[in-house]
T-cell receptor, first 112, second 115 residues
Framework: GENVEQHPSTLSVQEGDSAVIKCTYS??????FPWYKQELGKRPQLIID?????GEKKDQRIAVTLNKTAKHFSLHITETQPEDSAVYFC???????????FGAGTRLFVKA | ETGVTQTPRHLVMGMTNKKSLKCEQH?????MYWYKQSAKKPLELMFV???????ENNSVPSRFSPECPNSSHLFLHLHTLQPEDSALYLC??????????????FGDGTRLSIL
């Protein structure tokens, strides 16, 4: 069945460094790729998303890249801050579909 | 943001009890979702409703019974649960209207513990 693999499962960086999280999806019909951040004890919240008609999208310190041929997409966080510490989830969805396939999550620690 | 509200926040129940989880969204969305979140596992989609009609049932055991009386409210009725059903149950909503997917907005979840 469809799945999304996410790596790494845990990532520890020093404040100010960059963090990169990578996802690979199996369903070639996927065309919408959101990223969610979940702080401890809180709800997942959308931080950025990308659609298949673009290869890159940026919002301040956060960027996402998409390689449809390789079925890879990645989250890049620059100049990390302690408040970036959280679990990040990637997801893939088909056009007009409701079935969202999530990655297993990456726990990011940003050390001050 | 309190666009999606879930009650209760915590629930402890025995395996023979019957309880219900409630979700309400104030965002004017037409699609609502139930997810199960267990430790170290991906978010698992359980059910999806679009305009009150169920569009997805992800092979969920019958001891979980969803109900969607209108586009703003979603329930998950629980009966004869097992210890492995202990998890965080998240509700989400989104505005879906065609070929362009929209992001989902999540509630804070109900932390369910089965004794």
């Amino acid at each position: 069945g469809e799945n999304v693999e996410q790596h790494p499962s845990t990532l520890s960086v020093q404040e100010g460094d960059s963090a990169v999280i990578k996802c690979t999806y199996s369903d070639s019909a996927s065309n919408y790729f959101p990223w969610y951040k979940q702080e401890l004890g809180k709800r997942p919240q959308l931080i950025i998303d990308i659609r298949s008609n673009v290869g890159e999208k940026k919002d301040q310190r956060i960027a996402v890249t998409l390689n449809k041929t390789a079925k890879h997409f990645s989250l890049h966080i620059t100049e990390t801050q302690p408040e970036d510490s959280a679990v990040y989830f990637c997801a893939a969805i088909r056009t007009g579909g409701f079935k969202t396939i999530f990655g297993a999550g990456t726990r990011l620690f940003v050390k001050a | 943001e309190t666009g999606v509200t879930q009650t209760p926040r915590h629930l402890v129940m025995g395996m023979t009890n019957k309880k219900s989880l409630k979700c309400e969204q104030h965002l004017g969305h037409n699609a609502m979702y139930w997810y199960k979140q267990s430790a170290k596992k991906p978010l698992e989609l359980m059910f999806v409703y679009n305009f009150k009609e169920q569009t997805e049932n992800n092979s969920v055991p019958s001891r979980f019974s969803p109900e969607c009386p209108n586009s703003s409210h979603l329930f998950l009725h629980l009966h004869t649960l097992q210890p492995e059903d202990s998890a965080l149950y998240l509700c989400a909503s989104s505005q879906e209207g065609g070929r362009v997917n929209q992001p989902q907005h999540f509630g804070d979840g109900t932390r369910l513990s089965i004794l």
